[in-house]
């Protein structure tokens, strides 16, 4: 009779993470982000403070990958933007799906929350930077290098700039509340943005 093999530490310690990841999403719709603390997010994924301490400094960085979790799951083999040929369209359409994400309060408001943590925690900032807003911002440089070499935007178009001013209205508009969150204005910032970068 075969002995039972030993538990694997590695799994083990895996599925302790996805639980703690899981909770937090759970708990972040439920109760809001400043409602929840480490020790209910330990509670709810049947795990000790400590456990959780060990792998985050921060309740916001345990939050922070929870999302980030989501995000990498969706992306699959990584972040790329639609290339359709025409940047234009590739573009609305990549503006148009942001728009609606920031409108839809269930992302709303956990990110809204997030992105204030972000703000006030310097090593939140670095870890936002490193594992996602940079990432994510070379997938979108890599989609307008190809529009470039299509002649499609200025050959020495400044392509920060160019995420600069497609992007920074958008978010503007949604971290002051100040106007709505359409598909006609994701088109108008996509057009306003190729108008002062074509060739």
Do not use: C
Not at 82 to 90: K, L, M, Q, S, V
Not at 106 to 114: N, V
């Amino acid at each position: 009779m075969s002995r039972p093999s030993a538990p694997n530490p590695a799994r083990r310690s895996e599925r302790s993470r996805r639980a703690i990841l899981d909770a937090a999403r759970e708990l972040v719709a439920e109760l809001g982000y400043a409602k929840i603390s480490i020790e209910a997010i330990a509670a709810r994924a049947g795990v000790g403070k400590q456990t959780i301490y060990r792998w985050w400094p921060s309740k916001g960085a345990v939050i922070f990958d929870a999302f980030l979790a989501l995000s990498e799951a969706a992306d699959g083999d990584g972040i790329r933007l639609p290339d359709t040929g025409d940047i234009a369209a590739d573009l609305r359409t990549v503006m148009r799906a942001t728009v609606a994400e920031f409108a839809d309060p269930a992302f709303e408001a956990p990110i809204r929350a997030l992105t204030m943590e972000i703000v006030a925690d310097p090593g939140l900032t670095a870890l936002y930077r490193e594992k996602l807003a940079g990432p994510v911002d070379e997938a979108k440089k890599e989609r307008l290098r190809i529009a470039q070499q299509a002649g499609q935007l200025a050959a020495d178009a400044d392509l920060d700039l160019v995420l600069e001013v497609l992007y920074a209205p958008l978010f503007q508009r949604w971290l002051h509340r100040s106007g709505p969150l359409t598909e006609e204005y994701a088109d108008a910032l996509v057009d306003i943005t190729l108008r002062a970068f074509r060739p």
